[in-house]
């Protein structure tokens, strides 16, 4: 009965009931069982949903940028979007492969396009793009954001402008914002060209850190998460 359940025993049947995305996700259990009496369109109470991110990984090349934000998008449900996705689908609709964009092929001359490799033929148009406008790209890269609550990362960020333009996005989207550098200790610091950059961070951004990538994936992408989650808890706090 519904006496009888009250008194502390388990109920017959519950249902299950899952809220919330990243940073955290809770669940909660309803009594279901029979004599258990809900009225109906009562709200149930629950904690208001986290804020979502946007993120962005900066550091040098071959850093774990990438690494990072593949282990956000596959554990964590981030969609990964990064600044150079509009050059890449550019030089995709002027005929560059798709696959001429994947790490290992990145560094081949393309003999159809006049001997350049994919990431001279990316670095070219990027500069023209940012003579054009310097957040001409930052721009579209914020058209091409899915939209709210996803929480988003960018593997790519170089630029100030890129920040400030992620910034706005993360306040239209009610979402906070972080950029984390990433550094691989005794690696290269990466080409001369100058994408090969790390941005200065403006003031309003709620997370501004680095992370140390001397483990595996799954160590860098765990250390990012703490990293969320330590700057929400913080957040909320306040």
């Known amino acids: 009965s519904a006496m009888s359940s009250r008194e502390g025993r388990r109920p017959s049947t519950s249902d299950r009931v899952s809220r919330g995305s990243f940073p955290y996700s809770y669940s909660m259990t309803i009594d279901t069982a029979p004599g258990v009496c809900r009225l109906p369109g009562m709200p149930l109470l629950e904690e208001p949903a986290p804020r979502p991110w946007v993120v962005l990984l900066t550091g040098h090349e071959h850093h774990g940028k990438t ?43 393309l003999a159809t396009h006049g001997g350049k490799t994919p990431r001279e033929l990316m670095q070219g148009l990027g500069d023209w793009c940012r003579g054009v406008s310097p957040d001409l790209l930052s721009r579209a890269w914020d058209r091409g954001l899915p ?29 906070r914002c972080a950029v984390i550098r990433v550094d ?20 309003g951004v709620d997370l501004d850190a680095s992370v140390t990538n001397d483990g595996s994936v799954a160590d860098l992408g765990r250390a990012v998460v703490a990293l969320l989650r330590a700057a929400a808890e913080t957040g909320d706090r306040s």
């Open 147 to 175: 939209p709210p609550p996803a929480s988003v990362v960018a593997d790519d960020a170089r630029r100030e402008v890129e920040v400030e333009v992620a910034l706005g996005a993360a306040r239209r989207r009610g979402a």
């Open 184 to 203: 691989r200790p005794g690696w290269p610091k990466g080409s001369d060209h100058g994408t090969n950059r790390i941005p200065a961070t403006p003031d």
């Open 67 to 109: 690494e990072a934000a593949r282990w956000l998008e596959r554990w964590e449900g981030f969609a990964r979007v990064s600044f150079a996705d509009p050059l890449r689908k550019s030089l995709v609709a002027l005929g560059v492969p798709v696959r001429a964009f994947e790490q290992d092929s990145k560094l081949e001359p």
